[in-house]
């Protein structure tokens, strides 16, 4: 089994690491606030991508957001992660209307809360549907002084889930079984009907996520909630990303946001890891660190 090692942006002597808890109650979940032995200027918390992730957002032998927060906390910026609720309690996807929000809102408060503790501002950086969530985030918090939105998706989700299917069915049919595609498209056709509801089996819908989950991801328009922020927002985007892609998601930030800040890192994938080529499944399953181009992208654009 492949282990985590440190990259070689990251220097552990600068800074301290502490378990946190983030909530309360049975939603109380686990984290980590790396942090210099004094208060930072600007504190980061990190939000991970779809999925029940841990607060390193391991994927395979990789710790995407580990990463960003060693890379960051080495240059003085206080970081704070946590795993997400549905990672702890993956029973909260079946309680009566449980949506995104849910799942992203409370604890990522109360993170940004604690972190005031240890940095005169806070930032949120979000990865894919976290990038995707802080826009909202930021709209209830205003003491949240600027998001980042790494790779976040702007196309209608269940649009992408086809897309991306497709993409695979291609580049990896070994891992799509014949039908795949096929049922993703009447997964998806459920998630736009106007029949859709809190009450439509799970069964029926993409990744059997239920229904007041896709209602509301269906009625979230992150490029407009953006929009109306008065902050300063930092879209970084990878070139060789097929979940989310320049094509099909960037477009829609670069619309809807003329004065935000946004690059693309032309190498790499949809976790920031460079490489050469189409990217693949398999590209995850080969240990890698963040591109030092991404960490020096958020650090030249932090305060």
Do not use: C
């Not at 049975?26 to 991508?49: H, I, N, Q, Y």
């Not at 969530?133 to 600027?146: H, L, M």
Request: hydrophobic share 40%; glycine share 8%; charged share 20%.
């Amino acid at each position: 089994m492949t282990v985590w090692t440190t990259p070689p942006y990251a220097d552990p002597t600068r800074f301290e690491e502490h378990d946190v808890t983030i909530g309360t109650g049975d939603r109380a979940v686990p984290g980590t606030l790396t942090r210099l032995a004094t208060r930072s200027k600007v504190g980061v918390v990190l939000l991970s991508g779809s999925g029940p992730f841990d607060r390193d957002e391991t994927s395979g032998p990789n710790k995407p957001l580990k990463d960003l927060a060693w890379g960051l906390a080495s240059a003085g910026i206080a970081v704070l992660r946590f795993d997400k609720i549905t990672h702890t309690r993956p029973d909260v996807m079946n309680e009566p209307g449980f949506t995104p929000h849910d799942e992203y809102g409370p604890h990522t408060i109360a993170a940004v809360q604690m972190l005031r503790e240890h940095a005169d501002q806070v930032f949120l950086v979000g990865h894919s549907m976290g990038g995707k969530a802080a826009p909202r985030i930021a709209a209830e918090d205003p003491s949240i002084a600027g998001i980042v939105i790494m790779a976040g998706d702007a196309q209608p989700m269940h649009e992408a889930a086809v897309r991306v299917m497709n993409y695979l069915a291609t580049t990896n049919p070994e891992a799509i079984p014949p039908g795949t595609v096929e049922l993703f498209q009447r997964q998806a056709a459920t998630v736009a009907s106007p029949d859709l509801s809190a009450d439509t089996p799970a069964t029926e819908l993409p990744f059997g996520m239920p229904g007041a989950y896709w209602l509301d991801i269906r009625d979230y328009d992150p490029v407009v909630t953006a929009a109306k922020l008065d902050l300063p927002i930092l879209v970084l985007q990878g070139g060789r990303d097929y979940q989310v892609t320049v094509t099909d998601d960037l477009r829609g930030w670069r619309q809807g946001l003329p004065d935000a800040t946004i690059k693309v890192i032309d190498a790499d994938n949809h976790l920031f890891f460079p490489g050469t080529g189409p990217s693949t499944l398999n590209d995850y399953a080969t240990a890698q660190h963040v591109d030092p181009a991404a960490i020096a992208a958020i650090l030249d654009w932090l305060p």
